[in-house]
Every structure is written in structure tokens, then in C-alpha cells.
């Protein structure tokens, strides 16, 4: 009997993931305007009441403006990837990254999402960024946008609340598409569109206390979404012939928690509420198993008249997600309970967990892999996925993580033996190849990169760079294509 060994494709996308507002900084600067991340206060760990708590008030934001706020904001400073963007540009390419995933800043377009003429000096620096990367011979990867929405349309339409700032989107699309027509090819229309539901500050822009009804508002909001996305489609395909549209999804893998049924059951309604997103994206039209639960719910999508249409016309070319962890689904209230991407899940036994509790499931990611596949035939790409754990900088400065690499390693078996399976796997981007701003907690702290960032949770530093031990294993896994791991 011949072993079967399974291989990384020739020309697979080896690389890593960032957004503007977790590295850029330079938030007022060259004409930028205010965005959504611009208002995300840093609350000491000791004083949050859970990690994943990312709504916005109202009162906060009116707070900021009127420069009464003590706090800080730290995705206002980023890692100063504005001024520092050569630099790391040359450190990816010396681990030899094939692509590198990136997130255009829309206040740096378009300051308050609504204007009618764009900033000249962000389409300048993006137009910086792409020929540094094409000068290395890293393909960019563009989101349109990541937790990004211009405050300018929050004022004004509530965000993604309101109808609107669809054709807001739409316009910012289309001047991006033109003026990176030569640069760019994989565009990602927006980030995790699922986080629309779980925190519509954070997904649209949206300030739930501004809403009559928040849960109406946010499900319209993402209708919106989903309308931009097609027209963004459309517009890709006829701006630059041959550019590839893709959705992203926060892919959430659940197991039942035990064999009852209902465990089960439930396992395959969560694991449908998650694959609702990707459903529209790829197959053009509303999952008919959310109709019962909008009815639930007593939601009712305001939808125009060709938005069906538009939906099943102008579907993605294909599909990227993000892979931390797997979650448990129970019927029973009981159990212990561990934090996660976004929202919390019960503690799995099989598996151990990051130090902010996320728990770590490679074999999942091969179980994804084969779920999502099998229901599109589309090919996939691994947009994000890495482990955010507390680094150690020795004396001589050299910084020895292997429990990162050790993540990262059985990662990449399980995505081989995908592959393997047959799935169409087309690249993996490491989530912070670069040490960045968390997302969800805005520390420093929690780090994801093979580059350390000398800068701590209080925002002092030298911002200086430097390689870590998973530096050199990334570079090697590159340049034997997956084969040294
Ligand atoms: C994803 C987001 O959900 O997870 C990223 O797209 C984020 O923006 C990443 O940074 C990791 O999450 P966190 O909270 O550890 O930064």
C-alpha cells in the first residue's frame, strides 16, 4: 500500500493579514477623517467585564468630541505602519511572504464616507504601499473594510442603518477599483460580515441606543451590506476584468457538546446561523432556514425592489474566513464556560486553550476546510489565523516562541491534509504577522507576530522592530513551500 502524501500547491499564497486601523495610526493626519475604531476606548484588563465586549455608547463618542475622555485609543496609534510601512514591508518580504492582506481606511478616501470627491494624499498612500509590496513581489489583498465605517456616516445614517451609505460604499468601491486597477487583484468586500449581528458598532457603524429596535437595525444593516457587496461585485468585474471578489466570514466550527439530540440539533442551528452569511455571498439569495427565525425574532428585512436580483446576480468569486478556534453548542445552561473570537463557548475537554481562553483546534480547521468546500466549490483562502499569547523579550533581545509556532505548525498540517482531500485551498495569511492592536481588547499585549513591536498596553515604547523565533520557522515553511515545518 503507497502512503498518500499530500502537497501545498505550486504558487499558494504564503503571507499575512493586517487592517488599517490596527497598525496605520496617523488617524488625523493628510486629510484622514474620524472612523468607527477611532472611538474604541483601552479598558484595563482589570477594569473589563469580558474580553469580547466591543459595543460603543452614544454618550461615548459625544464624550471624544468634546474632549472630556481620559482613556486612550489605541487604534488611533496603531503600530505606525503610515510612517514605518517600508520597513515592514522589507521584513515580510524576507520571510518571503507571497501576499500580504491589507485593509484600505475609508476616512482616509473619503473623510466622512459621504463626500463627493476623494482625499488625494490616502489614495497616495495606498498607492505607496501597493508598489513597495509589487516591488517585492508580494500580492496585495485588499479589504474594503474592517471594522472601518467613516463616523461621518454613523452621524449621519446611523452607518449601515441606513439605505444610504450603501451607495456611500459603492462610490468608495468604485474609486478604489480605478485607481488600483494595475495594483490590485483579490479584493475582500467586508471583514467578518457575521460580526454585523454580535456587535453592529464594531460590523456597521451602528449605535444601538440610536435604534427604536437595535435587533431590526442591525439585520437591515447587514441587508445593506450584502446590497454593497453585490454592486461592489459588479463593479470589480467591469473596472478590472479577471479581479477576484471575495466575502469574509468569522468561521465558527461547532460540535454538540454531547451525542443528545438536542445537542445536536442545536450544534447544526448554530453552525446554520454562522454559514448564513457565506450562504448569501455564494449562492445568491436568504437561506430559507433563517426565514423561521427572522419570524421568531419578528424581524422584517425592508429589501428594494431588485435587491434579490442583484444578490443572485453578483456573487463572490471566493471565500475567505477567519480560523482561531472551535466552539461547543448545548441545549443545557450548564458547563464551564471560556472566552473566544467574538463570543464565549463552553470549555471543550479535548482541547487546550490560548492565555486569553481561546481554545485550540487544529483538526478544525481541516473539518472547516472540507464543510466549507463541499458546500460552495469555491476556492478557499485562510484570511486570518494565529495565536495571540504573551511574548517574552530575553535579555540579548531575542524572543523564543514556540508555543506560536507550535499553533502555527499543526495548522498548516491540517490545512495540507485538506488539501489533501481535495479542497481547493489557494493561500494562508497569518493573522498579525506583525505585532498589532487586538482587536477585541485593544491591548498590545496580545500578540500575533513573527515582528515584535516595542510598544506596551499604555502605548509607551520605541516602536522599534524585531524578529522572533517564529520569524525564521515562517521563512523556512515559505521557502520549502509547507515541506519544513
Ligand atoms: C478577527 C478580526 O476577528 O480576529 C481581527 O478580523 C482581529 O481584526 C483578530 O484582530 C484577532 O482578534 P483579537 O481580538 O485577538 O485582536
Known sequence: MTLFKAAFPENFYWGGATAANQIEGAFD???KGLSAADFVAYIPKSERLKDNEMEVTSEAIQKALNGESTTRYPKREGIDFYHHYKEDIALFAEMGFKAFRLSIHW????????????????????DNVFDELLKHGIEPVVTLSHYETPYGLTEKYNGWAGRETVDHFVRYAETVFKRYKEKVKYWISFNEINVMTLSPYTGGGILSDREEDPVQAKYQGLHHQFVASALATKALHEIIPGAMMGC?????????????????????????????????????????????????????????????????QYTVDYIT???????????????????????NSLKNPYLKASDWGWQIDPIGLRVTLNELYDRYRLPLFIVENGLGAYDKVEEDGSIHDTYRIDYLKQHVEQMKEAIGDGVDLIGYLAWGPIDLISM??????????FIYVDKDDDGNGTLARSRKDSFFWYKTVIESN???L
Open 482 to 484: 509547507g515541506e519544513e
Open 29 to 31: 493626519k493628510e486629510g
Open 321 to 343: 474566513f477567519s480560523y482561531y478556534m472551535s466552539m461547543l453548542s448545548s441545549v443545557s445552561p450548564e458547563g464551564e464556560v471560556t472566552a473566544g473570537n467574538l463570543f
Open 248 to 312: 469574509m466570514l468569522a468561521k465558527m466550527t461547532h460540535y454538540p457538546h454531547t451525542p443528545n439530540p438536542e445537542d445536536v440539533l442545536k450544534a447544526q442551528q448554530d453552525n446554520q446561523h454562522n454559514l448564513f452569511f457565506t450562504d448569501v455571498h455564494a449562492r445568491g439569495e436568504y437561506p430559507t432556514y433563517m426565514n423561521r427565525f427572522f419570524k421568531e425574532k419578528g424581524i422584517s428585512i425592508r429589501k428594494e425592489d431588485g435587491d434579490e436580483a442583484l444578490l443572485k
Open 440 to 449: 477585541s481588547t485593544s491591548e498590545m499585549s496580545k500578540r500575533y507576530g
Open 107 to 126: 476616512s482616509r478616501i473619503f473623510p466622512n464616507g459621504w463626500d463627493e470627491t476623494p482625499n488625494e494624499a490616502g489614495l497616495q498612500f495606498y
